[in-house]
């Protein structure tokens, strides 16, 4: 199953900026001059009880980081589908406060290359109002007007629709889900941290933010860098 236009509108926007670990790189939306164009109406109000709803829900609280919204939208059948839930949820939320911070520095159009896009949001709402869906019991399928086989499988939990942390992550292999969370965590780590410093002015335009964050992630990632942070051996 392709998790394409759809996964974009439901889980792409908290990560547009920056390459994600690989359990969700499937999730991941492209540049913004690459995205398609969207279709179908957006100003209708979002009903969470509705499968539809349930995925525009998720879309604003990407948006806006909204971890305690996030973690109750997203399903985990098991303790490490809630670990990388966990995870997910906690780069969103840094991922919007640098979104903020950048705005709030540079201005919105000026902060482009830190992910601020205003019209994202209305975008992925547009792909979910013009997707169709169908309610088969406790289990649902959203599926995309313009490619049948790009469809989101939601569940019913407690009489709300949840995305299942399996139609983010995929298979995850055990061996990688600990390296996996800590890249993740690492990342999350360095976004807050140059949140911090661009409300602080230490930089003078986002282009300059962000290449100072992938340069940083790139050293987060080299061996050393994470020889250097591993807990010392017990002697």
Known sequence: MRRTVLMMAAVGLALLMIGPPGWVQAAA????TTRRAATGPTSAPIDPSTPKGALKTLAKALEAGDRKMLLDLLHA????EQKIADATAALAEATAELRRASTKAFGEQASRPLGVDSAAVTEALARVDSSTEKVEGDRATVTSPQDQGDSLI?????????????????????????????????????????AAEVSAGKFKTAMEARQELDKRIIHSAMPQAAAATAPAAAK
């Open 154 to 194: 939601l569940v019913q939990r407690e009489k709300k629709w949840r995305v299942p942390m399996s139609q983010i992550s995929g298979a995850v292999n055990a061996a990688d889900l600990d390296r996996n969370l800590r890249d993740s965590s690492e990342q999350a780590r360095l976004l807050k941290e140059l």
């Open 29 to 32: 939306a492209p540049p913004a």
């Open 77 to 80: 059948d098991s303790p490490n």
